[in-house]
Nanobody, 115 residues
Framework: QVQLVESGGGLVQPGGSLRLSCAAS????????MGWYRQAPGKQRELVALITRDGITNYLDGVKGRFTISRDNAKNMVSLQMASLKHEDTAVYYC?????????WGQGTQVTVSS
């Protein structure tokens, strides 16, 4: 059974930091491209950051320089370090794993940026 379990969300003040983690099980983690998506109320889900199985990263323009995605293949984990958080970063953040036509999602973790 494939599971992606996110953790690390919460309430943070503008300018603060959070680290999201996603623990994967039931998949050959190292061959998957891993991503973090987010969905704010009333908006479409969008790709925030991606790290390929080769370690190549890509970011949404609005988070470049503030967010960092990383993976630990030994631990089957992908993380998203978020800094200088803004109100507009408020959303449910989802972990995603893709390999060819196989794609899996986590249940999401809420990130709220508010003073």
């Amino acid at each position: 059974q494939v599971q992606l379990v996110e953790s690390g969300g919460g309430l943070v003040q503008p300018g603060g930091s959070l680290r999201l983690s996603c623990a994967a099980s039931g998949i050959g983690f190292s061959i998957y491209d891993m991503g973090w998506y987010r969905q704010a109320p009333g908006k479409q889900r969008e790709l925030v950051a991606l790290i390929t199985r080769d370690g190549i990263t890509n970011y949404l323009d609005g988070v470049k320089g503030r967010f960092t995605i990383s993976r630990d293949n030994a631990k089957n984990m992908v993380s998203l370090q978020m800094a200088s958080l803004k109100h507009e970063d408020t959303a449910v953040y989802y972990c995603n794993a893709v390999w060819y036509k196989s794609t899996y999602w986590g249940q999401g973790t809420q990130v709220t940026v508010s003073s």
